[in-house]
Nanobody, 116 residues
């Protein structure tokens, strides 16, 4: 499975961004698509995930600011991020959960910078 992410950039405090991630390859092996983020020196953390069975989950810090949606026909997941804060600044990685090894695949990452 390969993941192509886009949509990062620079936005002001309180602004919005929309990230997109399109999967290709062994689509049938995907159980979930979502987003993680990482700040240098910190652990990568889950932002949002959407499973093929319809479950949607968010990291605790999201607090109704972000929405993940999935277009199954396009093998694409979107992350709408509103009310962005400087602490949301990070590299955001698209993630796919798989039914087989390696069980998790990440895309190349897209930088989101929120200025105060």
């Amino acid at each position: 499975v390969q993941l192509q992410a886009s949509g990062g950039g620079l936005v002001q405090d309180g602004g919005s961004l929309r990230l997109s991630c399109t999967a290709s390859g062994d689509i049938a092996s995907i159980t979930a698509l979502g987003w993680y983020r990482q700040v240098p020196g910190k652990q990568r953390e889950m932002v949002a995930t959407a499973t093929t069975s319809g479950f949607v989950g968010y990291g605790g810090f999201v607090k109704d600011r972000f929405t993940i949606t999935r277009d199954a026909a396009k093998n694409t997941v979107y992350l709408q991020m509103n009310s962005l804060k400087p602490e949301d600044t990070a590299v955001y990685y698209c993630n796919a959960g798989l039914v087989h090894n390696p069980y998790n695949v990440y895309g190349q990452g897209t930088l989101v910078t929120v200025s105060s």
